[in-house]
Each structure stands twice: as C-alpha cells, then as structure tokens.
C-alpha cells in the first residue's frame, strides 16, 4: 500500500503542474523533477523515468516549436506501454489483475496504442460479467467492486498516464483547432464578400472545387476558391453610346455576362478583381439594340466596360451593385431615378 | 468535465432553439419513463451544443432572390427597357414556382449540401467546431447526435478531421482517431448512402473498430420513414463488427411522422443504449420494459400505431384476411395523426 501512496506523491506533482500554463510548468520542470525523483520508490523508479523523458520531450517541442512527427508519436506510445510492462508486480500487487489478465491487456494495448483516462467502473450489457472496474474495452477486469484500495490505485495510475497522453496529444489538437477554425473563417468571409452565384455557375465552380480532392478514401478539407467562374450571369448597366440619337445616348441597357472570372478577396480597389465578356441589350434610336462588350471589374462590385454595338457605334457602361443598390440605397436609387426622368422631361431630349 | 451531446440537425428550417428545444424536450420525456434515471434533465448532465447550418443555406437562397429579383424589378420598372418587359414577364410565376417548389422545400437542401461548394463552407464550420469542443473537453467527453441531413454532414466532416492513415502531422489539421476517440456517434435516419460522395460510406474512418474515430457507433433507421429507404446504411466487413443497428424493431410511431427526431430518441429501443453509453450505468438496461410501457402509455400515437402493426403482422400470415379491423385501426392512427 505505500507504494501507491508514494506514486500518489509523483501523481501530485505531475498534476499540480498540469494546472499551470505550459510556460510556467515547462520552466519549472527540472525543479519538479528534483523534487519528484528523490521519492519515487525504486519500483516506480523505471515509469517516472519514461515520465520524465515524455515530459522533457514535450517541453522542448514546446519551447523549439518543433512538431511531433509519426514516427515521435510512435516512440512515445511504445515507451508508455514499456513502462506499464515494466511496472507489472506494481500493478499487479496494487490491483486485482493477475499475470494473464495483466498480459491481456498489455496486448491490448499493443494493438491499440491508447491508455484511456478512466473515471468511474465500466458498465457492459451484452454479457455476464463480475461487479467491479474494467479497462474502457471491458476486456480486462482491474479491480473487483468492493477492492477500493485497488479502484483508487488504478483511477490515479490512469490520470498519471492521462496526463501524458494529454501531453501527446494536445500538440495535435490545438493544431486542428487553428487550421480548421481559420478554415471556417475563410468560408465565411468567401460566402460573405464573394459574388453571389447563380445556381449554374455554382455547379460549375463547385465541379471545379472539388475536382482539386486528392484522395476520397482520407479527405482533406479544401479551401474556398480564390477565384470564381462568371456564367451567363444577368446585370443591369447604364450604357453611353455617343454615336446614338440624342436622349438615347445614355441608356439603362440589360447585360448578360458569357464568360468571366473574378478574384473575390482582391484588396486594392484599383486592380481589377475580374474581367468579363458580356453580351447587351437595349432598345435605343440609332444604334444597333444588340451589342457586345468587356468588362472590368473592381472590388468584385462595380463594373466598367466597353461596349460595341455593329460596326462602328461604340461605348462605354458603367454598373454598380445590384444587390447593394436594391437593398440599402433603394430610395436613394428612386430619387435619383426620379430626377433623372423629371430633368429629362425639363430639357425636352 | 461536463460532456457535451453534440447535435447536428437535417434538412429544413431548424433554428438553433428549435432543434435544441426538439432533442432536449426527447431525451428528457425519455428519462421520465425509467425507473431509476441518473436525471431527467439531460442539460443538468450534459451542455447541449447544436451544430447548425441551416443559415448558410439561407443566406445564399435569400441574396440570390434578392439579386434575381433586383435585376427584374429594375428592369421592369425602366421605361427604357420596356420592349423587354414582356421577356420577363414571367418573372411572377418563376418566382411563385421557386418559393413553392425549390427554395422552401427540404429537397433543395440535400442539392446544394451534396453537389455544391456549400457543402464544404458546412463542413469546414463542423470541423471548426467540433475540433474546439474536442481541444476544451477531451475527445471521449463528446457525443454526436445527428438526424437525417445531419447524418451525411456529420460522416463527412468527421471523415475530413480524422486521420484514416493514423498520421499526426499537425500542419495538415488531422487528428489521430486512436487518441482523439469520440465518445459515441449516433446516426438517426441516416442518409448518408444516399448522399455518398465526399469518402465512401462504408470506409470512413467513422466507424467503430481499433482505429475508428468513435467508441461506439449507432446507425437508427425508422421502418416507416422513407427517407432511409433510398440507400440505406449497411455497412459490412471487419470495421464495422461492433457497429449498433436499430432498425428492424423501430416501428412505433412516436409523433406524426416517422422522420422526425422526436419519434426516434423518445422510443425506448432507441434511448436505451445510448443512456447506457452517456450515463455509463446498468439502470437503462434494467429498467427497459418499464420505459418501453411508460412509452405506451405515454404515446396515445404510440399505442395506436401498436395495433396496426400487430396486425399487419397478422395480415402477413397465411390466412391473415382481417382487413376490416385493420382499416378501421389505421382509420384511428390516421385521425391521431391529423390532431
């Protein structure tokens, strides 16, 4: 029994580390150790040891910014269980396992690498088995129900070597934390800031997103792309063709865009985030109604094109924003539309 | 640390308080019906935490009525344009057409999650999620629940998260399934054959074996609900041995239509072993039969829904001709229903 109370010593001073942040528990590291092994029983000697080396390990991999790699992962796991190995009349004096149930489970764990945390006694409803406190396969009885001395031993043996694994993992973990929230943030701001697609052009560029999928058997998660395809894409402009009739020169001309790309998250304004070309349409004296055109455009907002209208009329359009125009500057629009009509009227054109 | 019941809601218009409000107001009366529960607030146990993306689906449908509609409206209303008016006069019945058959409808969830980019920007804000409750909980503390749509979502991502090849490469954003193992995954009208694309439903890393992603997994699929009808999930070979299927004795109607999430976590056949896993305790097992009549008894559709089954079942045997009774049977579940 003072065995398990001297590993509740190294237990304690594992755990208390564990509520500091990693700095404070990394700098005070060869201090704890200091301290821990000169109590550790010489039978707990080889575990705390291994404790040690993963304890180091991650420090420095915390201090250096160096990432575990498979082949780390591997080494340390199999250095968890030798150690479990190693502390085999430990455990098995301390609990209710014996030598065959004690090798049950080291294979166990051979086959699956992971030493679960474990709270409480496992329950199993599929088969009759004794009252007491089982390992998370419920392979392998640890303790009987009424053994408290061996649950307490096992529950604490099982925080130490949670604890390391917490160590082994949490590299992992917050590195998938980061990648896929800053992921998410990405698809966020493209569905946010990106044009709005019509359904057929978000089939074509979704075909193409997921085309870039390497493998279908292990997933990656992709990105949203930095560019989309424009595909017969209705718009509104306003059209000046010089060469039209007077009062029919500047026109509200419907557009519908053949062809395009745009780049959604260009910063600078003034670099064209797209370019399109665009065919038009608007029932104007003089000129041809159908024409054709190329468009810039900025901020994958505002569109500034040119226009050409058969042989010789040519122009120049300017779009803004539907959607914003439509949506907050509606009576903005209206009014403008309204004085625009009424100076018209004013002029006689 | 308090575990956390994960859940991902299906096709429809689910809010976030609405699919809570669903699940919890379940598991709870499901509680209520054994004898001896740990609780019969699941949230006293466990914080509740709803995956939703209903919104993105929204959001897209609504800026691009709002652009459609935009266009014609301002073509409509310049006199300029007035040849054209009669082109886009059929802009009324398109969007009359769109409300009633496509934007309002389920269906047109399950299209744009399954073949566009929207899928990913869902799966993308799943991983974000789950990643983080798995970083602040401990992987085993965390238990899905998902329903329908949910299902295929919930396969997916979780197949983009974890590692199939057991690799740590923390630049890549996997994580390992053998030391980042789930509490439980629970599959309710899983749909997620039908929706087969992202990684091939029977090889996911989303199963229950050695290098599974997941302790345990439940694959619930109602008798009567169409949906798991299509293609239904049955999965087969050496990763799958320990995998749960509840199905064929799922045939009770709980509420008015089988699909529902309601109908499959208050059914005892359901509930049952997934309190075993969350409350990790021999009472739900125990106590099943008693649950199982509280059910009945519970459930005026439950008890009704009974009696046809029963005789459907006689009907099925030879010389079963009790059409009469049966008619007048489902005459009552019928009318349960429509109340």
Redesign the interface.
């Known amino acids: 029994m003072s065995r398990w109370l001297i590993y509740l010593v190294l237990l304690y001073g594992v755990a208390s580390a564990s509520a500091q942040t990693e700095q404070e528990y990394c700098d005070n590291l060869e201090k704890h150790h200091q301290n821990t092994q000169s109590t550790i029983h010489a039978s707990l000697k080889p575990f705390a040891n291994e404790m040690k080396v993963i304890q180091q390990n991650y420090c420095i991999e915390f201090q250096t910014q160096k990432t575990l790699d498979n082949a780390d992962y591997t080494d340390i796991n199999n250095m968890l269980i030798r150690a479990i190995e190693k502390q085999e009349n430990v455990l098995i004096s301390n609990s209710d396992l014996d030598n065959k149930s004690f090798n049950s489970y080291i294979k166990q764990l051979k086959s699956q690498p992971y030493i679960p945390p474990q709270g409480e006694p496992s329950y199993f409803s599929n088969r009759e088995v004794p009252d007491g406190y089982y390992d998370t396969k419920g392979a392998v009885l640890l303790c009987y129900k009424n053994n408290t001395d061996c649950k307490t031993f096992m529950t604490d043996f099982f925080q130490l070597l949670g604890h390391s694994h917490k160590l082994l993992t949490l590299q992992d973990v917050d590195a998938a934390a980061v990648v896929h929230t800053n992921a998410s943030k990405q698809w966020d701001q493209f569905l946010e800031d990106s044009l709005v697609q019509m359904p057929w052009e978000l089939w074509l560029n979704s075909s193409r997103l997921y085309s870039q999928r390497q493998s279908s058997d292990n997933p990656q998660l992709l990105l949203p792309p930095s560019y989309q395809y424009i595909f017969l894409r209705p718009g509104l402009v306003y059209d000046f063709v010089s060469n039209a009739e007077d009062g029919s020169q500047n026109k509200a001309t419907l557009m519908l865009e053949g062809l395009g790309v745009d780049a959604w998250n260009r910063k600078q304004w003034y670099i064209p985030s797209g370019i399109s070309v665009v065919g038009l349409y608007t029932d104007r004296d003089g000129v041809d109604d159908l024409g054709w055109g190329v468009a810039l455009r900025f901020k994958t907002k505002f569109m500034l094109g040119a226009s050409f209208y058969g042989s010789d009329d040519t122009g120049v359009f300017l779009s803004v924003d539907l959607l914003e125009l439509f949506r907050d500057k509606k009576e903005t629009f209206k009014q403008y539309k309204s004085e625009f009509y009424k100076a018209r009227g004013e002029l006689n054109l | 640390m308090k575990p956390v019941l994960f859940i991902v809601h299906g096709m429809g218009n689910h809010t976030e308080a609405s699919f809570k409000s669903e699940v919890v107001t379940s598991l709870n009366a499901a509680l209520s019906y054994y004898p001896n529960p740990d609780t019969t607030n699941i949230e006293s146990t466990f914080d509740i935490v709803v995956f939703s993306y209903n919104d ?1 689906f929204e ?2 449908l609504e ?2 009525k ?3 509609g ?2 014609i ?3 409509t ?8 008016n009669d082109v886009v006069d059929f802009k009324n019945d398109l969007q009359s057409v769109s409300e009633k058959v496509l934007f309002t409808t389920h269906w047109l969830d399950v299209v744009l999650y399954r ?4 899928g ?2 869902i ?3 799943f ?3 789950l ?2 409750l ?2 602040s909980r ?1 992987s ?1 503390n965390v238990h899905i629940i998902a329903h329908s749509l949910g299902t295929a979502v919930t396969l ?1 991502a979780l ?3 974890y ?3 057991l ?10 399934p ?4 789930l509490g439980s995954v629970t599959y309710l009208a899983n749909v997620a054959k039908v929706l087969e694309g ?3 439903a029977d ?1 996911t ?1 989303v199963n229950p074996s ?2 599974g992603c997941s ?1 345990r997994v439940f694959n619930v699929n109602h008798q009567l609900d169409p949906f798991t009808k299509v293609r239904p999930y049955k999965p087969t070979g050496a990763l799958w041995a320990q995998l749960t299927n509840i199905d064929n004795e799922l045939e009770h109607l709980a509420t008015k239509f089988p699909h529902d999430v309601g109908n499959y976590l208050k059914n005892p056949i359901v509930n049952q ?1 997934l309190f ?1 896993v969350y409350f ?3 009472n739900y ?1 125990d106590g099943v039969d008693i649950a199982q009549r509280q059910f009945l008894a519970n459930n005026k559709l439950v008890a009704a829904s009974e009696e046809v089954i029963q005789l459907i079942e006689a009907l099925k045997q030879p010389g079963g001709n009790d059409w009469k009774r049966f008619y007048s049977a489902f005459k009552a579940v019928y009318q349960l229903i429509k109340e």
Request: proline fraction near 7%.
């Open positions: 993105i959001d897209y800026k691009l709002t652009e459609f935009d266009i409206t301002a073509a209303s310049m006199p300029e344009l007035a040849a054209i073949f566009t980019l929207l990913e920007a799966r993308a804000r991983t974000s999620q990643s983080q798995i970083r401990g085993s997916d197949s983009i998260l590692d199939k090849n690799l740590i490469d923390p630049t890549d954003g996997k994580l390992n053998i030391v980042n193992r992202i990684v091939p090889q890393v050695g290098t302790n072993p075993e990790n305790s021999p097992n």
